[in-house]
């Protein structure tokens, strides 16, 4: 018997949200839909938590109960009235130590602080945060003595044209206890141990006392290759990342062209067919 869908989760940013477009309108009426029909609905996404309030609301997640989960799992926050379903912290003082050493080989990096990122490299290493997602930006000469608490991740970044030699050398020097997404050479975060977007999906199956084959996933990129496997249903738009696109149980259109409204619209009919 096919299960029906009790729990949907979506990426944000190539997946539910376009840089050029923004949210497609079908995309929205999609989400409000499998919501009214009683799907619990979650984001979820590498972005910290202030970057994802405004499209939990567009969202209606706030209205429907549904969730987001933040920092590539890090986080995971009930929308109706903020309360923490489930996180993880990289420490104070592991994060210092963290910090200390990518500073030490010329890395760039970025950390949320009291829902403000702070930054220790060029302004265009935190573009895509101040100018698309909005969230609260500020440069930091020396970050390491601006750290006040804890951090669900750490950026760390480095020029292109070094071809990630020193987040090599990074990652050689890090000790095993935390995960880590390296979503391009010149790009990795780093999680407490085990953390990824699917460590959202298992709380909340928890919280709600689902099964994974009671949920489904879409998304487009490297941090979310473990949701998608945990996902009972998944999907990702056309404009995936290609190892992606081979792990998904569906393809559906391009961000551009709302292919997260065709996966949701399949699932609504699958849950009508099936209930």
Not at 64 to 78: D, E, F
Not at 129 to 149: F, G, H, M, Q, Y
Request: glycine residues 8%; charged residues 20%; hydrophobic residues 45%.
């Amino acid at each position: 018997m096919v299960p029906v869908i009790k729990l949907f989760i979506t990426d944000i940013d190539h997946t539910l949200f376009s840089p050029e477009k923004g949210i497609p309108q079908a995309n929205l009426e999609a989400i409000w839909a499998l919501q009214a029909s009683g799907v619990k609905v979650a984001v979820a996404t590498g972005r910290v938590h202030p970057g994802v309030r405004e499209i939990a609301k567009q969202l209606k997640l706030d209205v429907y109960g549904g969730y987001a989960i933040s920092s590539n799992g890090g986080l995971t926050v009930a929308c109706l009235n903020e309360t923490v379903v489930h996180e993880a912290l990289i420490p104070l003082n592991e994060l210092k130590a963290l910090v200390g050493l990518a500073s030490n080989l010329g890395l760039d990096m970025a950390v949320e602080q009291h829902e403000t990122v702070l930054y220790q490299g060029p302004d265009d290493s935190v573009a895509y945060d101040r100018d698309v997602v909005n969230i609260p930006v500020k440069a930091s000469k020396r970050l390491l003595n601006e750290l006040s608490t804890g951090a669900h991740k750490l950026e760390i970044k480095q020029a292109p044209h070094r071809n990630g030699v020193e987040l090599d050398r990074f990652l050689a020097a890090l000790p095993q206890r935390y995960s880590i997404c390296r979503g391009h050479p010149t790009f990795l975060e780093v999680m407490a141990q085990g953390i990824t977007k699917a460590s959202g999906l298992e709380a909340l199956c928890h919280l709600h006392g689902f099964s994974r084959e009671e949920t489904a996933a879409i998304g487009d990129g490297i941090n979310d290759l473990e949701l998608l496997a945990a996902a009972g249903l998944s999907a990702a738009p056309i404009n995936a990342r290609p190892l992606v696109k081979q792990q998904v149980d569906q393809l559906v259109p391009h961000v551009n062209d709302a292919g997260l409204a065709v996966f949701v619209n399949h699932i609504l009919e699958e849950n009508k067919r099936h209930r």
